[in-house]
């Protein structure tokens, strides 16, 4: 995805876990989706601070995790309910089993981060597990929140 691109559809969810989010639902609120994987280190790294993320700007962001499996050893959605309760993912969690999200994204690592405005266009991207200053402060920019 290149900068100022409207954000895809979210269809395609072998399965919701948490909750189903509908794009009317993300309308007028800045969101950043994150890609992970239930067998990615740097992910399961990165998710307390999303975490944080989620919980500090709870009313001014929405927050999507996509799960994007790298191997077939990803797809058992018992593990995936598993990491996700025991790494607080609360959040609403689209399964990607059949990688059609991931395509509309081209996205091709996992941990990844699309944040976008409130009018649903892409303002940031990253990937790896470094960078959550960064990530933050990119966050900040979008919902006008001025850095101390």
């Not at 077939?72 to 990491?83: A, K, P, T, Y």
């Not at 996992?110 to 405005?117: G, Q, T």
Request: a negative charge; aromatic letters at 8%; one cysteine or more.
């Amino acid at each position: 995805m290149k900068l100022r691109e409207q954000m895809p559809e979210l269809t395609g969810a072998t399965e919701w876990i948490n909750e189903e989010i509908t794009m009317d639902e993300l309308k007028g609120k800045a969101t950043l989706i994150h890609f992970w994987s239930v067998s990615c280190h740097l992910c399961k790294e990165a998710m307390p601070e999303i975490n944080e993320l989620r919980d500090e700007y709870d009313d001014d962001l929405n927050v999507i995790a996509v799960h994007m499996p790298r191997s077939e050893d990803d797809l058992d959605i018992g593990v995936i309910r598993s990491m996700a309760m025991g790494h607080d993912i609360t959040q609403p969690i689209f399964v990607d089993s059949e990688h059609k999200l991931t395509e509309a994204f081209e996205n091709k690592y996992v941990p990844a981060y699309y944040v976008f405005d409130e009018e649903g266009k892409l303002r940031h991207f990253q990937a790896g597990g470094s960078g959550m200053k960064m990530l933050k402060k990119r966050i900040n920019r979008v919902l006008g929140i001025e850095e101390k």
